[in-house]
């Protein structure tokens, strides 16, 4: 889970794997829903030489519900500049 300005701007996080915390690029822009492939991080298939699988993960945009007044000021100036290209 990431909060909405890590998507639009991007960011690094930690993400746990099977074998321990990574740090993760997340690309500027990420839409909630997108899924990252973390190849060679997933679990081991039996039947396929051992091979190990991809982790997945899924980005969920975190919305807040709650503002503080310099958060929702500058939400708001946000907004404004994107009303200003009409």
Same mark, same amino acid.
């Given at each position: 889970?990431?909060?909405?300005?890590?998507?639009?701007l991007g @960011? %690094?996080?930690?993400? %746990?794997?099977? @074998?321990?915390?990574i740090?993760?690029?997340i690309?500027k822009g990420?839409? +909630?829903?997108?899924?990252?492939?973390?190849?060679?991080?997933?679990?081991?298939s039996?039947?396929?030489?051992?091979?190990?699988? %991809?982790?997945?993960?899924?980005?969920?945009v +975190?919305?807040? +519900?709650?503002?503080t %007044? @310099?958060?929702? @000021?500058? *939400?708001?100036?946000?907004?404004? +500049? *994107?009303?200003s290209d009409?």
């Amino acid at each position: 889970e990431i909060n909405i300005a890590q998507a639009a701007l991007g @960011d %690094s996080i930690k993400v %746990s794997t099977l @074998d321990g915390e990574i740090e993760l690029k997340i690309p500027k822009g990420i839409q +909630s829903g997108k899924k990252i492939r973390l190849n060679n991080k997933g679990v081991v298939s039996i039947g396929r030489n051992n091979r190990r699988g %991809s982790h997945i993960i899924t980005i969920i945009v +975190s919305i807040p +519900s709650e503002l503080t %007044s @310099d958060q929702k @000021d500058l *939400f708001e100036k946000l907004k404004k +500049s *994107f009303n200003s290209d009409e």
